[in-house]
């Protein structure tokens, strides 16, 4: 029996390694009866129980307002989802654990992951492996489950005009991932680490492949009729994406110590630009965050 998408991300679940499941608790007890979910992503599922890496989570929540204790964080948050928090944990064996995870409403992540959706933060994201975490409900499970398996044809409808008739899997998901990245400040920007990326699950996207095209001899065969405009899709994904994710990013600068100066350093490492907030823009990193992305595009940091 031929497999389907969701049989596909059905795979991805996974026991949870005790230090993760701990940072889960954590995030639970700061926002309590609002966590709906936790969608665990990033390089530290690549390599699951690595403590240096970092932990990345989406965190669904059922209301903005009574997670966030900051109602400015609150309204932000329903404006440029979503809002990025940080943190740290020492387990009792000494080991620390760093996490960044993001607060979004299961409406908005059904919206973001959906062919309206132009922006490919999260429908890009969300077509690549990552596993589901302590749902509240089936419906709950139901709902980000058919909203992955839409992000995951949205971009192989974005990526089939880039194409000739016929492509390998490796390099029909790697452009489509490359030309997401290149919206947002990704440091896997390029092709290559791209094809990295798609070759460490190859069998995921033969699967996938398979069951969205007529494949022969492991090579796609595209159909012949196909979205026009999608190059200039990518062009306005990066035009616009850039400068929204550096705000996205300078909003979550309130939500630790020294959060400012983490994400210029981080847009510093990306894009070479970096400036000097004034004393006002480091006490108000979120009021400023227009401004300061304003300064950073004008000086070129999101070419």
Known sequence: MK??????????MLDLPPRVAEVCDIIEAKHPGRVQAFIYYGSSLRELDNPEKMLDFYVIVDSYRKTHKNPIRAVLNAIIPPTVYYL????????????????????AFE??????????QTWGRFSQPCAL???????????????????IRHIALET???????????????????????????????????????????????KLSAVLYQMENGVIHLPKTRRKGAKFRWFLRRLIGKPMTAIRVINSAATFDGGLEYVLRKLHNHSGVTIQPTVFQRKHPVISSPVLGWKLWRKGAFK
């Open 88 to 107: 740290e944990h020492v387990d009792q064996k000494g080991v620390m654990s760093t996490c960044k995870y993001s607060i979004m409403s299961l409406p």
């Open 160 to 206: 089939e005009p880039l194409f000739e008739q016929t492509v390998t899997p490796t390099d029909f998901w790697a452009r489509g991932f490359h030309e997401s990245y290149r919206t947002e400040l990704r440091p896997e920007s390029s092709v290559g680490r791209s094809a990295e990326i798609v070759e460490r699950y190859l069998t995921r996207y033969q």
């Open 3 to 12: 497999s389907t998408i969701r049989d596909i991300l059905g795979e991805e």
């Open 111 to 120: 919206r973001r992951c959906s062919s309206k959706a132009l922006l490919s």
């Open 133 to 151: 975490l302590r749902p509240k409900s089936e419906t709950v499970t139901n709902r980000i489950m058919a909203a992955r398996e839409e992000a």
